[in-house]
């Protein structure tokens, strides 16, 4: 692979103009596409085979389209008894009524569709559309809000929730946001003493994370994709790929320094750094794209939309960046440093090599400390719940709504759950199932059952004594499922409904997370062993991602759920995480983790090889290294907190799990406790049984382009 990317380099090299060019043309090229092409993205989540899903589709078909249309529920509360407002609620429905899209609004004083409060404070009218809440535009929505706002002046007090008035899809780009990518700037400006190979290095990001955002953008106008999908990529890409393209100027700078020009310069760091650079990114790929193992259809696409992201990220750093190191030359140096090319400082001393040497001085206590520091930070990890369900900002409208009607009605009118009696004897099989579960701990109320036109299908509504995001709730859904198998008749029950698909998505991701887990160890475990020819390291490095996970995870769980400095971080709610983010958090991590494991040990794996001793090689490797991974980490570490304080209440715990993960895993992991776990281990860490020594051997560092006794790369000699 190294000679190939040599060779690679030497083309970028001499066609630097030309390809610039080519990729500044596919930019533009893509954009166009994004602009004329691209569709919405969605907020909603299923998983098609599941129960509640598919029993969803079978109330389309039984009880028309609009009975899976989105639907809204407008609040009315009162200082005194609402039916003394009879006549404003009354005028309110009727001007719902003829809102764009929707097909009918109930009013709550009619005696047929009576829904009052028990201390007849408050009502709620059900304002149902013809479509789903996908399929609703902005126009709608809005029209929606602002006649919900323009009845608060009768003088009632007039709310609304429910997934009508959700917005679907997410802005990208904001303050917070360009923060990220300026600390990004500044990081580099300060580890290279450049401005100008500071500057290119961004750019170059920002065109492969552009490319990648824009083909995904263009794909929403061909498929449906997650709202959380384009955001993640642009989050995920251009981390990576300010931090592949660190890694080649940083080699790129380091053979000028040497004595090469830049001719040959470029093609060696193409080889060298190059080969670390795919190496990293096929595994990041392999991660996301493993995703799929889950088995639910919208996070294999968010995996493999990330995992596109990342190839471009890689294909910009072996072709673009080393065009534009061709392109700037001796300018990616500091202008002192440009003259003294070929005299290497030694870099013995200073603070890198003298933690080196008192970490592994004290590797013990070093080792220790920092398995008890992750340990603790990991503990909140053991009560993280997850849901679909998140609650509304503080404020809202529909937070506003939510309160009104768990106070006046009980927490479970925001969730009503539908069972579904679907066949020839649906509506006595209905009756029976209303009988069976009237009884049930955690039921509040039951109502129906409703019959449709041909009588062969029956729906009951059934309303927990909890709010959607309950663990009771949940527990509730188990329990109908498990009575209703106990009714008889000539017609099938399902349970159904938004509450009901929140819960099967739940359990299906928390079912698929322990699979994946497995999966990516494994994987960790295979790719470490073929690149260190080692058995102890890998099982270290495995390690070291587990108590990653765990911290990140445990931390995130202490802020978004528990709500511990939640104000740092801007987080308006608190509750259960989403349903999707650990299984994305572990992807991800793993594949950052594993990039950091792999440039710094590989540099401790040379200088043994080369006959250090096993402490030597350590603190070598570790000098070597250290600098390049704490760089690249602060870089990830500021981008992805750009997305904390003013991202969704999706994107926010993500973006929190991954940058304080990077921080745990860059310092703590990798500066600490790796470089003290294989000085404890010694010798040992190196070992690779002779039944596994048939393995090939993978030359992430392009070792083979220095081997040749003149300094030039091996295959050039042939």
Request: hydrophobic share 55%; proline share 5%; aromatic share 6%.
């Amino acid at each position: 692979m190294a000679g190939l990317l040599h060779r690679l380099g030497v083309v970028a090299f001499r066609y630097r103009v030309l390809m610039s060019v080519a990729w500044l043309i596919v930019l533009v090229g893509i954009g166009v596409a994004a602009a004329t092409l691209s569709g919405a993205t969605v907020n909603t989540f299923r998983i098609p085979g599941q129960e509640s899903t598919t029993a969803l589709d079978t109330i389309g078909k039984r009880f028309g389209a609009a009975a899976n249309g989105a639907s809204a529920q407008v609040v009315f509360e009162s200082p005194g008894r609402i039916s003394e407002s009879a006549a404003d609620v009354a005028s309110i429905v009727a001007r719902l009524k003829v809102l764009p899209g929707v097909v009918s609004a109930t009013n709550p004083l009619d005696p047929a569709s009576r829904v009052v409060s028990k201390d007849q404070r408050a009502a709620y009218s059900t304002v149902t559309y013809a479509v789903p809440a996908t399929d609703l535009t902005a126009a709608q929505r809005d029209a929606l809000l602002g006649a919900v706002a323009s009845a608060r002046s009768t003088g009632l007090t007039v709310e609304a929730s429910g997934e009508a008035t959700q917005a679907q899809g997410g802005d990208v780009g904001g303050p917070a946001e360009a923060g990220g990518v300026l600390v990004a700037l500044i990081v580099l400006a300060i580890t290279y003493g450049s401005l100008v190979a500071a500057g290119m290095n961004l750019l170059t990001a920002l065109v492969g994370v552009g490319i990648g955002s824009l083909g995904i953008t263009t794909l929403t106008g061909f498929v449906e994709l997650q709202a959380t999908t384009p955001v993640l990529a642009i989050m995920l890409g251009l981390a990576v790929g300010i931090d592949y393209a660190l890694f080649l100027f940083t080699r790129f700078r380091h053979e000028l320094l040497e004595g090469r020009p830049v001719p040959e310069a470029v093609p060696t760091a193409v080889g060298t750094a190059g080969s670390a650079v795919v190496t990293a990114g096929l595994t990041v790929v392999i991660a996301l794209a493993g995703l799929s193992v889950a088995g639910i259809p919208f996070l294999t696409e968010m995996g493999l939309a990330a995992a596109g992201t990342i190839v471009v990220a890689v294909l910009i750093a072996v072709t673009l960046v080393p065009a534009v190191l061709g392109l700037i030359g001796v300018r990616a140096l500091p202008r002192r440093s440009r003259s003294s090319a070929g005299a290497v400082p030694r870099a013995d001393r200073g603070f890198v090599s003298g933690w080196a040497r008192l970490v592994s001085g004290r590797s013990w206590v070093s080792l220790v400390a920092a398995v008890v520091v992750l340990g603790v930070i990991a503990i909140p990890v053991l009560s993280m719940r997850t849901s679909l369900n998140q609650p509304s900002p503080p404020g809202s409208t529909q937070a506003r709504a939510a309160s009104i009607i768990a106070q006046r009605f009980g927490a479970g009118f925001s969730g009503p759950l539908l069972v579904l009696a679907d066949g020839a004897d649906a509506p006595s099989v209905a009756s029976s199932a209303v009988a069976a579960v009237r009884g049930l701990d955690g039921v509040a109320v039951v109502a129906g059952p409703d019959v449709n036109a041909e009588g062969d299908a029956a729906l009951v509504t059934v309303v927990p004594v909890s709010g959607p995001d309950s663990a009771a709730t949940v527990a509730l859904v188990h329990s109908l499922r498990s009575v209703l198998a106990g009714v008889g008749g000539r017609a099938s029950l399902s349970v159904t409904g938004q509450t009901a698909v929140s819960v099967d998505v739940s359990q299906k991701l928390s079912q698929a997370l322990p699979r994946y887990l497995v999966l990516v160890v494994g994987l960790a475990l295979v790719l470490l062993v073929l690149v260190f020819r080692s058995l102890l390291v890998p099982v270290t490095g495995v390690l070291g991602f587990l108590f990653t996970i765990g911290a990140a995870l445990g931390a995130t769980t202490a802020v978004f759920q528990w709500g511990w400095l939640r104000q740092t971080v801007n987080a308006e709610v608190t509750g259960p995480l989403m349903s999707l983010s650990p299984i994305i958090v572990v992807g991800i991590l793993f594949g950052l983790a594993m990039d950091y494991q792999v440039f710094l040990v590989s540099r401790m794996h040379e200088a043994h090889a080369h006959g250090a001793s096993p402490r030597s090689a350590v603190v070598t490797g570790f000098r070597q290294a250290a600098p390049v991974v704490v760089a690249a980490a602060s870089i990830m570490f500021a981008v992805f907190a750009g997305f904390i304080p003013q991202g969704d209440q999706t994107i926010k715990p993500i973006a929190f799990a991954l940058a304080t993960g990077i921080l745990f895993d860059a310092i703590l992991v990798r500066m600490i406790a790796m470089p003290a776990a294989l000085t404890l281990l010694g010798p040992a860490a190196w070992w690779l049984p002779s039944w596994l020594r048939w393995l090939p051997v993978v030359d992430v560092e392009g070792a083979a382009l220095e081997r040749a006794p003149d300094g030039t790369p091996e295959f050039a000699h042939h």
